[in-house]
T-cell receptor, first 111, second 115 residues
């Protein structure tokens, strides 16, 4: 298996623009997670899905953030409008049972 | 509240030396415990995990960890460090609820290896 796939790997955008991050989980995994990693706050869980249904979005920082999972093989995390403080590495992870497998991350820079 | 503490932000060791990375957790029940490694520009890779049973667990890349309930610790060890072990290491506690493990991560320990 190719593992968790994220795109793009790097994104640079200007403040106010919409940003969409994409994730393809490992085939057969029924849980999908979105994390954000910053120097100040470390790794934070933003939202997770089970069988494509959002279960807990309490970690989503603001209404500017939204996530969808239209099918078992694809999820998006959207930030609209983006702000400089959103600059971070965003990870997607998937899991079948107890172990979470992480993607390589998307490094987002908002100028 | 559940939390994970990694007391050492940075550690530097010489290649070939032994390594121990500390991890303490706060959780009311027996936790699921994990160690992940993150190489520069990469995602997190699972090194090892503890769910129950033998308190000394073996992982990939020659790493092991020991669960000590009395000390609420899950320290990671390696007898001889290689230059390729330079990375950031994260300890995590899994709060199993609703069918999945919600991971609470420590702040990480960055390991540098001198030749």
């Amino acid at each position: 298996d190719a593992g968790v796939i994220q795109s793009p790997r790097h994104e640079v955008t200007e403040m106010g623009q919409e940003v969409t991050l994409r994730c393809k989980p490992i085939s057969g995994h029924d849980y999908l997670f979105w994390y954000r990693q910053t120097m100040m706050r470390g790794l934070e869980l933003l939202i997770y899905f089970n069988n494509n249904v959002p279960i807990d979005d309490s970690g989503m920082p603001e209404d500017r953030f939204s996530a969808k999972m239209p099918n078992a093989s694809f999820s998006t995390l959207k930030i609209q409008p983006s702000e400089p403080r959103d600059s971070a590495v965003y990870f997607c992870a998937s899991s079948l049972k107890d172990e979470q497998y992480f993607g390589p991350g998307t490094r987002l820079t908002v100028t | 509240a559940q939390s994970v503490t990694q007391p050492d932000i940075h550690i530097t060791v010489s290649e070939g030396a032994s390594l121990e990375l500390r991890c303490n957790y706060s959780y009311g029940a027996t936790p699921y415990l994990f160690w992940y490694v993150q190489s520069p520009g990469q995602g997190l890779q699972l090194l090892l995990k503890y769910f129950s049973g033998d308190t000394l667990v073996q992982g990939i890349k020659g790493f092991e960890a020991e669960f000590k309930r009395s000390q609420s610790s899950f320290n990671l060890r390696k007898p001889s460090v290689h230059w390729s072990d330079a990375a950031e290491y994260f300890c995590a506690v899994g709060l199993f609820s609703g069918g999945y493990n919600k991971l609470i991560f420590g702040a990480g320990t960055r390991l540098a290896v001198h030749p």
